[in-house]
Each structure stands twice: as structure tokens, then as C-alpha cells.
């Protein structure tokens, strides 16, 4: 008992310096946040913590004196133990925000909570059913009962009619204990099958019809109601994905060792082009969703620098990015770098065009100044004057000679 006692005020301590470590580091946020119920839920239970302490020192002191409790503001010791009794009932609430921490006991929890409202109209549909096959057969059973002309059944069947078939909501009851392993049906269809085939056989269409189609449909409906709650559950989706993520880079490091060498941290074509044909390198390429047909074409798409070997870092975000089935992220992707090199190439090709009419205007300027021999006008003009003045000269000459 006093070791009890010692573990019950070191959780004490424990809850309240949790409290004010949170308030000191948190502030106002911590009360005023997104979260501010588990905050009051956490000023309460420490606050009926210390009142438990606070009741057993009392007892210490004061003693099981029933009038000397009496002078604590009228408070008795049974007020002051129901209270304690309750409170240690709403510790067990703090629990969901250890269960939040817990993926399989966290998923558990909110699957369950989101079938409640499944499991309601499960209830109704049941509650209907039952309810309109109680009436048949409770009208059936005390009409053959009490019609002083019908013929009387055995003691047997009596007693079962009035143990099971009295009022609607025995029959009611009856009927549901019938479809649940609570009563066995084949004893309560025995005055039904004496009184007429009829109501036998309708009993055994309500049996087959409940257990094989209401209940099997009820039940995938909360399975279903439970995948779906499951799937939608953010934080259980990103733990899922990070440990999906993890267990495939555990795998790609496996298979580059195996494909390279350990100790440099590389991978060359040659070695990978040595290794892919092997069974081992296939499981493993099948396993993470790969399949590599060509090896070069798929070394190449791995050595994004062109360096003719693959690091560690290549090969794990290369393998990644092909595992699967391409993503609709990966389909805008590539329709965004089509529109981009449609749109530059398309720049270029106006700007080509330009340059080239540029080009053919300099062109035909450039061969306006040329003759047809291909001389440049200016420099024939000059010569044909030097050979005119040439022959001026050889004239004036034979002019003086003679």
C-alpha cells in the first residue's frame, strides 16, 4: 500500500511539472491554442491529483474521525472518497494523447469512432426488422393461445410460447437472441412449427434472411467505414508513407552494395551492366516496383551529371523517382518542360528568321556594289580613268616626237 501511495505522488509531481514546464515554455499558446482542451484537461487532472494528496494528508493528520471531517467545510469522508473515486475516472481520459502517439492503437480508436454513426442506423435497420417479425409472430402465438376453437398445444410449447412469445417486447428480445448465439432458435421455433408449418418456416426466413444478408451486409459496411476512416486519418497516412518510404530506401541501399562497391560509394556501367541479369538483382528491381528492360538506357536516366559512375545519392533518388507507375505529379511535370522548350524553341526559330532576313538584306546590299565580273564599281571607274589618261599621254608623246 505505501508503495502504491509513493508511485500515485511521483505521477503527482510528475503531471504538475509537466504542467508548468508546458505553460512556462508554451505561454498563452498553450492555454489559448488549438489544443486548448487537453490544456484544461491537464490543469484539472492535476488539480484533482494535489486534491487527492491533499485528502490523504488529511486523513494522516485529522484521522477516520467522522465529526472531526465534519469541521473541512461539512465535507465527509464518503463525499471526499466519491470524489476522489471520480476523478480517478476521468484520469483515464488523458490516455488519448498517448493513444495519438501509438499508429495501430490510434487507427483502432478512429475507426471505431467513425462507425459510430454506421453502427446507429445498423441499429435501427435491426430495431425494424425485428420489431415487424415480433408483431407477426406475437399476434400468431396468443391468437392460437387464448382462440378457445384452435387446438391445444403441449405443455412444453405453452410454456415457451408465454417465456418467449408473451408480449412484442419479449418476442422482440427473443427474435434479436435468435440471429446472435444468445438463445438458440431451433427451441423457440418449436411452438411456432406446432401451432402452423407456416410460421415455422417464416421463423426460418427471418433467421436465414438476418444472419446471412442483414448481418453480412452490417459488417461490411463497417469495414468499409473503417478502411475509409483509416485512409483519411492524416497523420496515420504520413507515418504509413514514411515508413513505406524507409523500408524502400533500406531496400536500395541492399541493392547497391550488391551492384557496387561498398567501400568507394560508386557504381560503374560495367559493374551494374554485370549484375542486372543476375536472379537476385531482378528480385530485388522487382520488389521495389522497377523494371529495367535496358540497362543503359535506365544507368543513363540514373546518372543525371553525365560522370559515368552513379553515387549513393543518385542511385537512391533515381530508383524513388522511378519506382511505379508514373504520377500525375510526374505527368505536369513533363507536359511543363514540353510547353517550356515549345515556347523557347519557338523564340529561337523567330529569331533565326530575323537574323536570316537580316543576313539576305546585307547580302544584296553588299552585291549591288559589285559589277558582273564581280569587281566593285567604284574601283573599275578609277582604272578606266588611269588607262584614259595612259593613252592621253602616249598621244601627247608622238605628238612632240613627230
Same mark, same amino acid.
Given at each position: 500500500?505505501?508503495?502504491?501511495?509513493? !508511485?500515485?505522488?511521483?505521477?503527482?509531481?510528475?503531471?504538475?511539472?509537466?504542467?508548468?514546464?508546458?505553460?512556462?515554455?508554451?505561454?498563452?499558446?498553450?492555454?489559448?491554442?488549438?489544443?486548448?482542451?487537453?490544456?484544461?484537461?491537464?490543469?484539472?487532472?492535476?488539480?484533482?491529483?494535489?486534491?487527492?494528496?491533499?485528502?490523504?494528508?488529511?486523513?494522516?493528520?485529522?484521522?477516520?474521525?467522522?465529526?472531526?471531517?465534519?469541521?473541512?467545510?461539512?465535507?465527509?469522508?464518503? +463525499?471526499?472518497?466519491?470524489?476522489?473515486? !471520480?476523478?480517478?475516472?476521468?484520469?483515464?481520459?488523458?490516455?488519448?494523447? =498517448?493513444?495519438?502517439?501509438?499508429?495501430?492503437?490510434?487507427?483502432?480508436?478512429?475507426?471505431?469512432?467513425?462507425? *459510430?454513426?454506421?453502427?446507429?442506423?445498423?441499429?435501427?435497420?435491426? *430495431?425494424?426488422?425485428?420489431?415487424?417479425?415480433?408483431?407477426?409472430? @406475437?399476434?400468431?402465438?396468443?391468437?392460437?393461445?387464448?382462440?378457445?376453437?384452435?387446438?391445444?398445444?403441449?405443455?412444453?410449447?405453452?410454456?415457451?410460447?408465454?417465456?418467449?412469445?408473451?408480449?412484442?417486447?419479449?418476442?422482440?428480445?427473443?427474435?434479436?437472441?435468435?440471429?446472435?448465439?444468445?438463445?438458440?432458435?431451433?427451441?423457440?421455433?418449436?411452438?411456432?412449427?406446432?401451432?402452423?408449418?407456416?410460421?415455422?418456416?417464416?421463423?426460418?426466413?427471418?433467421?436465414?434472411?438476418?444472419?446471412?444478408?442483414? *448481418?453480412?451486409?452490417?459488417?461490411?459496411?463497417?469495414?468499409?467505414?473503417?478502411?475509409?476512416?483509416?485512409?483519411?486519418?492524416?497523420?496515420?497516412?504520413?507515418?504509413?508513407? !514514411?515508413?513505406?518510404?524507409?523500408?524502400?530506401? +533500406?531496400?536500395?541501399?541492399?541493392?547497391?552494395?550488391?551492384?557496387?562497391?561498398?567501400?568507394?560509394?560508386? !557504381? @560503374?556501367?560495367?559493374?551494374?551492366?554485370?549484375?542486372?541479369?543476375?536472379?537476385?538483382?531482378?528480385?530485388?528491381?522487382?520488389?521495389?516496383?522497377?523494371?529495367?528492360?535496358?540497362?543503359?538506357?535506365?544507368?543513363?536516366?540514373?546518372?543525371?551529371?553525365?560522370?559515368?559512375?552513379?553515387? =549513393?545519392?543518385?542511385?537512391?533518388?533515381?530508383?524513388?523517382?522511378?519506382?511505379?507507375?508514373?504520377?500525375?505529379?510526374?505527368?505536369?511535370?513533363?507536359?511543363?518542360?514540353?510547353?517550356?522548350?515549345?515556347?523557347?524553341?519557338?523564340?529561337?526559330?523567330?529569331?533565326?528568321?530575323?537574323?536570316?532576313?537580316?543576313?539576305?538584306?546585307?547580302?544584296?546590299?553588299?552585291?549591288?556594289?559589285?559589277? @558582273?565580273?564581280?569587281?566593285?564599281?567604284?574601283?573599275?571607274? @578609277?582604272?578606266?580613268?588611269?588607262?584614259?589618261?595612259?593613252?592621253?599621254?602616249?598621244?601627247?608623246?608622238?605628238?612632240?616626237?613627230?
Amino acid at each position: 500500500m505505501a508503495t502504491q501511495v509513493a !508511485i500515485q505522488y511521483f505521477y503527482t509531481f510528475l503531471f504538475c511539472a509537466e504542467l508548468v514546464f508546458r505553460a512556462a515554455a508554451m505561454g498563452r499558446e498553450y492555454f489559448c491554442g488549438k489544443e486548448w482542451l487537453w490544456a484544461a484537461l491537464d490543469v484539472f487532472i492535476v488539480m484533482t491529483s494535489l486534491w487527492e494528496v491533499f485528502v490523504d494528508t488529511w486523513y494522516a493528520v485529522v484521522g477516520d474521525d467522522e465529526s472531526s471531517l465534519e469541521s473541512f467545510g461539512g465535507l465527509t469522508g464518503l +463525499k471526499a472518497f466519491r470524489i476522489v473515486r !471520480i476523478t480517478r475516472i476521468v484520469k483515464t481520459v488523458r490516455l488519448m494523447r =498517448i493513444f495519438r502517439f501509438v499508429l495501430a492503437l490510434r487507427t483502432l480508436i478512429h475507426s471505431i469512432w467513425h462507425t *459510430l454513426k454506421s453502427l446507429f442506423w445498423a441499429l435501427v435497420l435491426l *430495431l425494424l426488422i425485428v420489431y415487424v417479425f415480433g408483431m407477426i409472430f @406475437t399476434q400468431a402465438v396468443n391468437g392460437h393461445l387464448y382462440d378457445p376453437d384452435a387446438f391445444p398445444l403441449s405443455d412444453e410449447s405453452i410454456n415457451v410460447s408465454e417465456l418467449y412469445f408473451g408480449k412484442l417486447t419479449i418476442t422482440m428480445m427473443s427474435l434479436f437472441m435468435s440471429v446472435t448465439d444468445g438463445l438458440s432458435w431451433e427451441k423457440i421455433s418449436r411452438p411456432l412449427g406446432e401451432i402452423s408449418p407456416i410460421w415455422a418456416g417464416l421463423f426460418l426466413f427471418y433467421v436465414s434472411f438476418t444472419y446471412f444478408a442483414v *448481418l453480412n451486409v452490417l459488417t461490411a459496411v463497417f469495414c468499409q467505414s473503417a478502411i475509409e476512416s483509416a485512409q483519411n486519418d492524416h497523420a496515420t497516412a504520413v507515418q504509413s508513407m !514514411i515508413a513505406n518510404k524507409e523500408m524502400h530506401l +533500406k531496400k536500395i541501399r541492399a541493392l547497391f552494395n550488391e551492384l557496387g562497391n561498398e567501400q568507394s560509394g560508386m !557504381i @560503374t556501367f560495367h559493374q551494374f551492366e554485370a549484375k542486372i541479369n543476375s536472379a537476385e538483382v531482378r528480385e530485388y528491381f522487382e520488389t521495389l516496383g522497377l523494371d529495367v528492360e535496358d540497362a543503359w538506357s535506365f544507368f543513363k536516366l540514373l546518372d543525371r551529371d553525365g560522370g559515368g559512375s552513379v553515387e =549513393i545519392e543518385e542511385f537512391l533518388k533515381g530508383c524513388l523517382r522511378f519506382r511505379g507507375q508514373a504520377k500525375a505529379i510526374d505527368i505536369g511535370q513533363l507536359l511543363h518542360d514540353q510547353n517550356w522548350l515549345i515556347r523557347h524553341q519557338s523564340r529561337f526559330h523567330t529569331y533565326m528568321e530575323m537574323e536570316h532576313q537580316k543576313l539576305r538584306k546585307q547580302i544584296t546590299a553588299l552585291t549591288s556594289f559589285l559589277t @558582273t565580273d564581280g569587281t566593285p564599281r567604284r574601283k573599275k571607274k @578609277t582604272e578606266d580613268e588611269q588607262t584614259l589618261k595612259a593613252a592621253a599621254a602616249q598621244s601627247e608623246t608622238r605628238q612632240a616626237m613627230a
